[in-house]
Antibody
Framework: QVQLVQSGAEVKKPGASVKVSCKASGYTFTSYGISWVRQAPGQGLEWMGWISAYNGNTNYAQKLQGRVTMTTDTSTSTAYMELRSLRSDDTAVYYC????????????????????WGQGTLVTVSS | SYELTQPPSVSVSPGQTARITCSADALPKQYAYWYQQKPGQAPVLVIYKDSERPSGIPERFSGSSSGTTVTLTISGVQAEDEADYYCQSADSSGTVVFGGGTKLTVL
């Protein structure tokens, strides 16, 4: 069965960096992308970006450009998300999710959605 | 990018039908996807491609689309359906967008 297992909770000081891992199993890692979605306390879901595990191509949310880097290690089927220059408003639960993407002839666009999610990693930024 | 607008809350009694809308503020519209999130848990995909149901999702969950508005319908709501529901789509550049979420309360 498909599983995404994330690394444990982190506490960081403002200005520091955090790197969260997401180990995939139960499917061919390079056949799907991995996306990262975060959720601040009591708030909604915020998409951070995604990476193709096939070729490493990335697409980041404009808001996080320059602060976030997503990578994969195909030898261990693990995806990573690094966020730098942390601020208090980066405090959130960070989820990885498997990306299903396909070209739909009817809409004429590439479609993206998330069919499996990790358990979430709480990152707390506090001085 | 564009925005997806959901009502903050919807309340229904057990056995009734809940309808949660998600409106896009601009065309073109790509498909919408719906996720259920219970407290302390990761989201779960309940509808994809506007109206398709993944395996394992109860038949009482359905989706529909009209113009730039999509609707998640839960027929015969059960207490276990109480959760936050999020719609999601993407724009032509591949930027993913989530709606603000709707809290479904089962009275």
């Amino acid at each position: 069965q498909v599983q995404l297992v994330q690394s444990g909770a982190e506490v960081k000081k403002p200005g520091a960096s955090v790197k969260v891992s997401c180990k995939a199993s139960g499917y061919t890692f390079t056949s799907y992308g991995i996306s990262w979605v975060r959720q601040a306390p009591g708030q909604g879901l915020e998409w951070m970006g995604w990476i193709s595990a096939y070729n490493g191509n990335t697409n980041y949310a404009q808001k996080l450009q320059g602060r976030v880097t997503m990578t994969t290690d195909t030898s261990t089927s693990t995806a990573y998300m690094e966020l730098r220059s942390l601020r208090s408003d980066d405090t959130a639960v960070y989820y990885c999710a498997r990306v299903c993407t396909y070209y739909d002839i009817l809409t004429g666009y590439f479609e993206y959605y998330f069919d499996y999610w990790g358990q979430g990693t709480l990152v707390t930024v506090s001085s | 990018s564009y925005e997806l607008t959901q009502p903050p809350s919807v309340s229904v009694s057990p056995g009734q039908t809940a309808r949660i809308t998600c409106s896009a503020d601009a065309l073109p519209k790509q498909y919408a996807y719906w996720y259920q999130q219970k407290p302390g848990q990761a989201p779960v995909l309940v509808i994809y491609k506007d109206s398709e149901r993944p395996s394992g999702i109860p038949e009482r969950f359905s989706g529909s689309s009209s113009g730039t508005t999509v609707t998640l319908t839960i027929s015969g709501v059960q207490a276990e359906d109480e959760a936050d529901y999020y719609c999601q789509s993407a724009d032509s550049s591949g930027t993913v967008v989530f709606g603000g979420g709707t809290k479904l309360t089962v009275l």
